[in-house]
């Protein structure tokens, strides 16, 4: 039932930033599915780094709010810095997060509280993509 999904997709370049390498595959796949392309980060700083080289080509970061290190709020925040119109989809187990709250006020920026579905995933970045 889910084969609609895809020819609904629109293609894109998606950066997926999450610590978890389990949860990087199976979004990975999704984001695939749903006939997009995807770069993957493990950290914050590797996420920074790729979209430093390609913010001209992604069109949407996935991004993790609880990693070690650099978590996502201080991850957003360098995003900004380098394209400040960037569009972003916060993944969280916890809405209450105040650093959240404060990232969700701006218009580019949305949600997406694991674990995450398919038919959630696909909705969110139609969404935010146009």
């Known amino acids: 039932m889910e084969a609609p999904l895809e020819s609904k997709a629109k293609k894109g370049v998606i950066l997926l930033v999450d610590d978890e390498e389990t949860i990087i595959e199976v979004c990975t796949q999704m984001l695939q599915r749903l006939g997009y392309h995807v770069r993957q980060?493990?950290?914050?700083?590797?996420?920074?780094?790729?979209?430093?080289?390609?913010?001209?080509?992604?069109?949407?970061?996935?991004?993790?709010?609880?990693?070690?290190?650099?978590?996502?709020?201080?991850?957003?925040?360098?995003?900004?810095?380098?394209?400040?119109?960037?569009?972003?989809?916060?993944?969280?187990?916890?809405?209450?997060?105040?650093?959240?709250?404060?990232?969700?006020?701006?218009e580019n920026v949305d949600l997406i509280q694991k674990p995450v579905r398919l038919k959630q995933m696909s909705q969110k970045l139609e969404n935010m993509l146009g």
């Open 41 to 106: 980060a493990i950290d914050g700083q590797q996420a920074i780094d790729i979209f430093e080289k390609e913010k001209d080509v992604i069109d949407i970061v996935l991004l993790d709010m609880r990693m070690p290190g650099m978590n996502g709020a201080t991850v957003y925040n360098r995003l900004i810095q380098i394209q400040p119109n960037v569009k972003v989809i916060l993944f969280s187990g916890f809405f209450e997060n105040q650093h959240i709250q404060k990232i969700l006020q701006n």
